[in-house]
T-cell receptor, first 113, second 111 residues
Framework: NAGVMQNPRHLVRRRGQEARLRCSPM?????VYWYRQLPEEGLKFMVY????????ESGMPKERFSAEFPKEGPSILRIQQVVRGDSAAYFC???????????FGEGSWLTVV | GNSVTQMEGPVTLSEEAFLTINCTYT??????LFWYVQYPGEGLQLLLK?????DKGSNKGFEATYRKETTSFHLEKGSVQVSDSAVYFC??????????FGSGTKLNVKP
């Protein structure tokens, strides 16, 4: 059973470009979470999604950031017009329906130059 | 609201020393408690968990006991190895599938 798959693992974007990060949850998992980790810091919750629904986006910046988890395909975290402060590791996690444990992917490291 | 507080690091120990990383929580309801470990450049891996009071989670020589009376879930290991050097995160999962993480504690084990 494959784990949570994230891609790309590393992404370099120039300021003003768009970054798209993809996450395929574990098989059978319908809940997806996105977290951001700045260098030498802890995890910051961004958004919690179920298929076709955003359950909690209280950690998402109000502008430039969006997330989706369509009926088919991976979850996407989209960052428009990236700035240097967006440089971070973005982790996706998933859990099964009714499950009380989340499992993390390997992360996507975004560098804005 | 729900939150997790864990001891600040870094924690530096010699190989074979005893490890304790403190974690306390605030929660409504009946949360589950977790420890995750993160090695450099990698994602978080589930280390152990406990789903109810007095449960003990254990894995790879690490243990933690869910103490409701002290709202704690301290991580312990009797004899650490250099390979245990990593960042350890305490976490809480509530009854609404939301998860709350501590700030992480970096452990350095010297040979």
């Amino acid at each position: 059973n494959a784990g949570v798959m994230q891609n790309p693992r590393h992404l370099v974007r120039r300021r003003g470009q768009e970054a798209r990060l993809r996450c395929s949850p574990m098989k059978g998992h319908s809940h997806v979470y996105w977290y951001r980790q700045l260098p030498e810091e802890g995890l910051k919750f961004m958004v919690y999604l179920q298929k076709e629904n955003i359950i909690d986006e209280s950690g998402m910046p109000k502008e430039r950031f969006s997330a989706e988890f369509p009926k088919e395909g991976p979850s996407i975290l989209r960052i428009q017009q990236v700035v240097r402060g967006d440089s971070a590791a973005y982790f996706c996690a998933s859990s099964p329906p009714g499950g009380n444990t989340i499992y993390f992917g390997e992360g996507s490291w975004l560098t804005v130059v | 609201g729900n939150s997790v507080t864990q001891m600040e690091g870094p924690v530096t120990l010699s190989e074979e020393a005893f490890l304790t990383i403190n974690c306390t929580y605030t929660a409504t309801g009946y949360p589950s408690l977790f420890w995750y470990v993160q090695y450099p450049g990698e994602g978080l891996q589930l280390l152990l968990k406990a789903t109810k009071a007095d449960d003990k989670g254990s894995n790879k020589g690490f243990e933690a006991t869910y103490r409701k009376e002290t709202t704690s879930f301290h991580l312990e290991k009797g004899s650490v190895q250099v390979s245990d050097s990593a960042v350890y995160f305490c976490a809480l999962g509530d009854n609404f599938n939301k998860f709350y993480f501590g700030s992480g504690t970096k452990l350095n084990v010297k040979p």
